[in-house]
């Protein structure tokens, strides 16, 4: 198989490690700005959707490295704050927050309440031209935690409790959340396309 060369557009060094290891073995270089010496365009993220997000980052960044790029938005949707923060998940505390504040808010917004069911959800944008771009969906569900747990991961991971498990994503071993993530489920869909479709 061919070694062909997809950028990923995000400077979050968790996404970069987690695609890197559920793409492995396709047959791909997986790239970032820091391997093509390039710093990523500042996008403003914009859409009201996170299909609309991904679409943009991923259309956008390709239009600047002109290889096939590759983009997710992710939102943690809780039941009981009627979805929120959704598309707003990495900015729930303000533009100029930081994950530990987006925690601690969705915490402090969750006090009390016995309804803690949420879902992850990870759509991932793949662009191949200007005018192709193939959307892959993942969704994980499950609940929040009353507490912060773990010291892996990275964003709300210490504490969402993934469906039919105890341990928060944050106390599991990259192996073993990107066996059910939200982000592994869209990727493993990318995986197959990549697979029969393009590198075959």
Known sequence: MEIQDIFLATRNQGKIAEMRQLLEGVGIRVLTGADL??????IDEDADS????????????????????LADDTGLEVAALGGLPGVKSARY??????????????????????????????VVAFTTDQD?????????????????????????????????????FAEMSPAEKNRISHRARALMKLR????REVYQ
């Open 37 to 42: 010496n390039v710093p990523l365009p500042e």
């Open 50 to 69: 996170l299909e609309g997000n991904a679409r943009k980052k991923s259309e956008e960044v390709f239009g600047y490295v002109g290889i096939p790029t």
């Open 93 to 122: 505390a303000g533009d100029d927050c930081d994950p530990n504040r987006n925690r601690r808010k969705l915490l402090g917004a969750l006090k009390g309440m016995e309804d803690r069911s949420a879902s992850f959800r990870t």
């Open 132 to 168: 192709q771009t193939r959307l892959f969906e993942g969704v994980c569900d499950g609940a929040i935690g009353l507490e912060e747990r773990g010291d892996g991961g990275f964003g709300y991971d210490s504490i969402f409790i993934p469906k039919g498990e105890e341990r928060t």
């Open 192 to 195: 197959r396309f990549l697979e």
